[in-house]
């Protein structure tokens, strides 16, 4: 009985995460903002990535699970500690994606809590006086009492529902438009764009890795530079999470 209750909880949980317990925020940007955002950052989006938006004044957020970095995956090897500590040299934002890259609502509070006091940790011994303010959920997954509790400890935390953040963005699961190849047609990136100015909204871009061949859940470098090039040439300032959220007015809570 118990075993069959707990797929059923879980949907509860999940779907709840999704429409409930919101951290609502009024957005007060003065013009459309864009992010691009990187997630378990497999070694190519910081090679072609990074590269790409630098050659173009940008920076992105990386959103690292620092227990596994180094790792080979199916798909990827993740960037080493090396790398990290270049990407915040550079100025780019590195966000926290738990420490195991576990999926949130498989823990406790207590099990949620040392994930993410672990990840501050070991990222703190690679970068001297980083603070990890933005969250991302691994797997896009989460349950409704781990969002209240990740949506509290951090600034924001970011999912994988498709949508523009515009009017009142909910912090505890911004939306994003995915940067796949199998899925970013320019048709759609014209839409999302023409929907970005016209709401004055926050389009979060998300993706793993940028390669050639880009994994399923990736994009090539001629898509990233393309998107960035758009972006662009329509004045959209891009700003990492961090900086777009003060763009927004957003003041953490004392
Ligand atoms: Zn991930």
């Not at 090679?47 to 995956?73: P, W």
Request: aromatic share 6%; glycine share 8%; charged share 25%.
């Amino acid at each position: 009985m118990h075993s069959r209750l707990q797929p059923l909880i879980k949907g509860v949980l999940r779907r709840g995460a999704r429409h409930l317990g919101s951290k609502p925020l009024v957005m007060r940007n003065t013009a459309p903002l864009v992010s691009f955002t990187f997630d378990d950052v497999p070694d190519s989006a910081y090679t072609n990535g990074a590269a790409i938006l630098e050659q173009h004044g940008v920076r992105g957020t990386f959103y690292v699970a620092s227990g596994i970095c180094g790792s080979r995956d199916t798909h990827w090897r993740l960037i080493d500690p090396a790398q990290i500590r270049a990407l915040h040299d550079a100025g780019h934002e590195i966000g926290c994606h738990t420490f195991s890259h576990v999926g949130v609502e498989d823990l406790d509070a207590r099990q949620m809590a040392e994930e993410c006091t672990q990840n501050q940790r070991r990222l703190l011994e690679l970068c001297p006086g980083i603070a990890l303010t933005n969250f991302c959920y691994p797997f896009g997954r989460a349950s409704l009492p781990r969002k209240l509790q990740l949506q509290k400890r951090f600034d924001s935390c970011r999912g994988i529902y498709e949508g523009i953040n515009a009017g009142v963005a909910d912090l505890g699961m911004l939306r994003m438009i995915a940067l796949y190849d199998r899925t970013l047609t320019s048709e759609k990136l014209r839409r999302a764009l023409r929907e970005t100015r016209e709401r004055n909204g926050w389009l979060i871009f998300a993706t793993h890795d940028v390669a050639d061949p880009p994994s399923w859940i990736g994009c090539a470098p001629r898509l990233l530079r393309e998107t960035v090039a758009a972006v662009l040439a329509e004045n959209m300032p891009c700003l990492p999470i961090r900086d777009a959220l003060a763009a927004l007015g957003y003041r953490r809570p004392h």
